[in-house]
């Protein structure tokens, strides 16, 4: 009786995968060497030394275990050529009139004579010139960044009106954060051998390449153009989701807010930050108390933020119209800086890399893609 009923099923999933639709197996990875031409044949043709620039860009995907396709490839390369053109330490024009200016700054800020800092200045540094001959030869934010981690370990006035940090926050040829890079590094393998420090690393053309691909590509967001990674690199991870949940926010609660991604205070000044008020106009509709809410947006940095409570029934208040708000758009923020003298934004730059990212797709004669932005892993490290 056994064998029978055995048979019968057997026959039966049998009729069935014969009914269903074939399953085909998925593109093959690309082999290291068809990888690294790839990468080779979307790099611009007249950039000096394309093989390096390939070879970093490949072991950043190898290592980070990511998929080498052209979306991929071409986010990353539209990055640095927003950034930087492909130059792994750009001169910028001006810098040591950007540099005085901003000194001046943060020394006001900190409540430290103008005439303090200028005689500190004319002390000798490590390398025997005067701290402002050095500002004054300064060509490169390498050059910036050197000479501030000299005045921050040698000079105690360095590190009052410096609040013992490098100003210089983004490096290389990708402008990543340094910060984010320090951070990334303390959970997973960095490639290379590090000899003089992680920054320095950051300011290099394969760390930077390295640091940059991580901090595009290496996370869960179920974005539908690669446009909102780009808004992302610029304003955080997972702020373009964060601005369309404010979006819903103030859909649902009537309180208009700005959806600049940030949804909690972190400038350490007192009082809740608007969109944690908006939501506690919505508590008794939302059924969640004040710590429901406050807990809830502290995943804001989360891929697990949209499975929280708050995000959910804000989105099904919001939707309950009968137009479901959309789930990421470009964070209205205005960018400032030493560096920067007009006025530009996150959606600015975002749409300025899409059009870098969209020309790299042409060359690989792949057309704009619109499906699911999550890098897949093509092989283990």
Not at 216 to 231: I, P
């Amino acid at each position: 009786m056994n064998r029978t009923i055995a048979r019968c099923c057997l026959a039966l999933a049998a009729l069935l995968a014969a009914c269903g639709p074939e399953l085909k197996p998925g593109p093959e990875p690309l082999r290291p060497d068809q990888a690294r031409a790839l990468i080779l044949r979307l790099l611009p043709a007249q950039l000096p030394d394309r093989a390096g620039w390939a070879g970093d860009v490949y072991t950043a995907f190898a290592t980070l275990n990511l998929e080498v396709a052209p979306p991929q490839v071409c986010a990353v390369l539209a990055v640095a050529e927003q950034e930087s053109g492909f130059v792994a330490n750009p001169v910028i024009p001006g810098l040591p009139a950007i540099a005085a200016k901003e000194i001046d700054r943060r020394a006001a800020h900190a409540g430290v004579p103008a005439l303090m800092v200028h005689a500190a200045l004319h002390l000798p540094s490590p390398d025997g010139r005067s701290y402002q001959e050095r500002i004054a030869a300064a060509r490169t934010e390498l050059d910036l960044s050197d000479l501030y981690e000299d005045l921050v370990g040698s000079v105690p006035l360095g590190r009052l009106f410096l609040e013992d940090r490098n100003p210089i926050r983004t490096a290389g040829p990708m402008q990543v954060s340094v910060a984010y890079a320090e951070r990334y590094a303390a959970r997973h393998t960095y490639p290379y051998p590090v000899e003089r420090g992680l920054r320095r690393e950051v300011f290099s053309r394969r760390g930077s390449l390295y640091f940059g691909t991580a901090h595009l590509l290496d996370y869960a967001a179920d974005y539908d153009r690669m446009l909102y990674r780009f808004a992302d690199y610029n304003a955080g991870q997972y702020a373009s989701r964060n601005a369309a949940f404010q979006h819903a926010l103030a859909v649902a609660s009537g309180v208009p807010l700005t959806p600049d991604g940030a949804l909690l205070r972190t400038d350490g000044t007192a009082g809740l930050d608007h969109t944690e008020l908006a939501a506690r106009a919505l508590s008794r509709r939302l059924g969640l108390d004040a710590d429901d809410i406050h807990r809830d947006l502290e995943r804001a940095g989360e891929p697990d933020f949209a499975d929280t409570e708050l995000y959910r029934r804000v989105y099904a208040l919001a939707g309950s119209g009968g137009t479901p708000p959309p789930r990421a758009q470009l964070p209205r923020i205005d960018l400032k800086g030493p560096k920067i003298t007009r006025h530009l934004t996150t959606a600015w730059y975002a749409e300025r890399v899409e059009g870098r990212y969209e020309r790299c797709l042409g060359r690989a004669g792949a057309g704009p893609v619109v499906a699911n932005t999550a890098p897949a892993p093509v092989h283990a490290e």
